[in-house]
C-alpha cells in the first residue's frame, strides 16, 4: 500500500512537500516515482529515484528540474518530492508510484492546487 499526504493549495511561488509511506510490500521495492495528472491528460512522470537514500538515479521531468527534489527514508520505506516555487502549471494530482517485484504500485492520489 502506497499512501500519499501533504498536497493542498498554495499560491504560486510557494513550497509544498509530499510525502509517500510505503508498507506491506513481500518484494523489495526497487524504484519509487512521482507522477501527476490533469483531467482530460496523460498522467506524466514528474520525479523518481532507484536508491534510498542517498538519491541516486533521481531523475525530474525538464518542467520541475531545480525546483522539485525527490528524496527517500529506507527505513520508513518513504518517499518525498520537495516541490519550490511552484507554478500554477503544477496544478494536478500527484500519485506516487513503487516498483516491486516488477509490479507497479499506484496511492490514491494528493490533489496539488497553485493559486495565482
Known amino acids: 500500500e502506497l499512501v500519499e499526504s501533504g498536497g493542498g493549495l498554495v499560491e504560486a511561488g510557494g513550497s509544498l512537500r509530499l510525502s509517500c509511506a510505503a508498507s506491506?510490500?513481500?518484494?523489495?521495492?526497487?524504484?519509487m516515482r512521482w507522477f501527476r495528472q490533469i483531467p482530460g491528460r496523460e498522467r506524466e512522470l514528474v520525479a523518481g529515484?532507484?536508491?534510498?537514500?542517498?538519491?541516486?538515479?533521481?531523475e525530474y521531468a525538464d518542467s520541475v528540474k531545480g525546483r522539485f527534489t525527490i528524496s527517500g527514508d529506507s527505513a520508513k520505506r518513504a518517499v518525498y518530492l520537495q516541490m519550490n516555487s511552484l507554478k500554477i502549471d503544477d496544478t494536478a494530482v500527484y500519485y506516487c508510484?513503487?516498483?516491486?517485484?516488477?509490479?507497479?504500485?499506484w496511492g490514491q492520489g494528493t490533489q496539488v492546487t497553485v493559486s495565482s
Open positions: 506491506g510490500f513481500i518484494f523489495g521495492i526497487s524504484a
Open positions: 529515484i532507484r536508491s534510498i537514500p542517498d538519491g541516486t538515479g533521481a
Open positions: 508510484n513503487a516498483i516491486a517485484g516488477g509490479t507497479d504500485y
